[in-house]
């Protein structure tokens, strides 16, 4: 059970909150909470405030924390990003568990997110703990924010989900119709192309949009396009890791889709290339993409989309891969083109 701390509760705070500093400073993070942080009066002051909660199970406080809606002047200057939004917020401060048991924190942030949509956090760059525990949950890195000594902390931001919002591989919550360029990350991309089929699934075997795309980047580097267009021709159906795939008969008739998917891959060039495609540059990518389309079709169907049948220079591998090895080859592609 969640509720409000009381003043009762203050022996047990205390306890809680000595040792979490030991915990954190045993755990290569002793400077974050190393100055006896939070004093009690502290601790009095949320409590007077009515900012001060405990997770409370059989009489015994498993964890407190400081929950406060409204705005957080140290949060009003983000270095390095943005904020997800400008929406009213509820900030989680001074989390501390008593260890009794694993998965208090998820139970906050769950009750949290019951009392308002969006939810920041910041913590310290050794806190890898509570790092991990924000991100496991959705929390995304926002930026850089400064506490009121002007030391620095990572900036978190959680929103929970609507009815318009997906959860990606890596616990992005986003609406794909108003994605924001934090929420794009190419390991969820190169994640949901490796499990989506080609052909709507109706080829003999199993074979992948992420295997797809990995075929038009050698068909690229093969006729000598430049760097940026062969890292164009791997990203080229990155925006169905969000819309999913649609068979070009049926996305001819659905206006709305093709909007909305040229709008996002638009972000997603923008995002990894530094710009959207010119004219000439979607020309060429094309051109790959629909080489390819034919020789997959031919070679698993033996239909002829079109005539006259498009010149190849490489000879695709139309085998079945292991969803993980199509992931892992799709992202070492992006390094080395990207150079991250």
Same mark, same amino acid.
């Given at each position: /059970? ?10 047990? /705070? ?15 993070? &002793? ?6 942080? &939070? ?64 998965? $208090? ?47 620095? *902390? ?30 794009? *990350? ?43 267009? $062969? ?60 080489? /390819? ?7 698993? /169907? ?13 000879? &695709? ?24």
């Amino acid at each position: /059970m969640i509720r409000k701390a009381k003043k009762d509760d203050l022996p047990q /705070m205390i306890a809680i909150f000595e040792r979490a500093r030991v915990y954190m400073a045993q755990n290569g993070n &002793p400077n974050q909470w190393g100055d006896g942080y &939070p004093k009690e009066e502290q601790l009095r002051q949320d409590i007077a405030r009515g900012v001060s909660y405990v997770l409370e199970a059989d009489g015994q406080l498993d964890a407190c924390f400081a929950f406060i809606i409204g705005e957080d002047p140290t949060y009003l200057r983000i270095d390095d990003g943005a904020w997800r939004n400008d929406e009213p917020y509820g900030t989680i401060h001074r989390l501390a568990s008593a260890g009794n048991r694993s998965g $208090v924190a998820t139970q906050i942030f769950d009750w949290c997110s019951t009392q308002i949509r969006n939810l920041r956090a910041d913590t310290h760059n050794d806190n890898l703990i509570m790092q991990h525990l924000l991100e496991k949950y959705g929390f995304l890195r926002c930026g850089t924010i400064y506490v009121r000594d002007l030391s620095p *902390r990572i900036a978190y931001h959680f929103v929970a989900r609507s009815g318009d919002e997906i959860c990606t591989y890596s616990h992005v919550i986003m609406n794909p119709l108003q994605a924001k360029p934090e929420e794009i *990350r190419i390991e969820d991309i190169a994640h949901a192309l490796s499990l989506m089929t080609r052909a709507n699934g109706h080829f003999p075997t199993f074979y992948s949009v992420g295997q797809h795309c990995l075929s038009c980047m050698e068909e690229a580097r093969a006729r000598g396009y430049e760097r940026r267009l $062969v890292l164009a021709c791997l990203l080229h159906d990155a925006a169905e890791a969000y819309l999913s795939d649609i068979t070009r008969p049926v996305k001819h008739h659905m206006d709305y889709y093709i909007e909305t998917e040229h709008r996002l891959l638009g972000q997603i060039y923008v995002k990894f290339l530094g710009s959207d495609l010119n004219e000439e540059e979607e020309a060429f990518v094309k051109s790959v993409d629909d080489t /390819m389309l034919y020789h997959e079709f031919y070679h698993f /169907m033996k239909v002829a989309l079109f005539s006259p049948a498009p010149q190849k220079l490489t000879t &695709p591998d139309y085998s079945f891969a292991a969803f993980e090895e199509v992931e892992k080859k799709y992202l070492e592609a992006y390094r080395e083109l990207s150079g991250d």
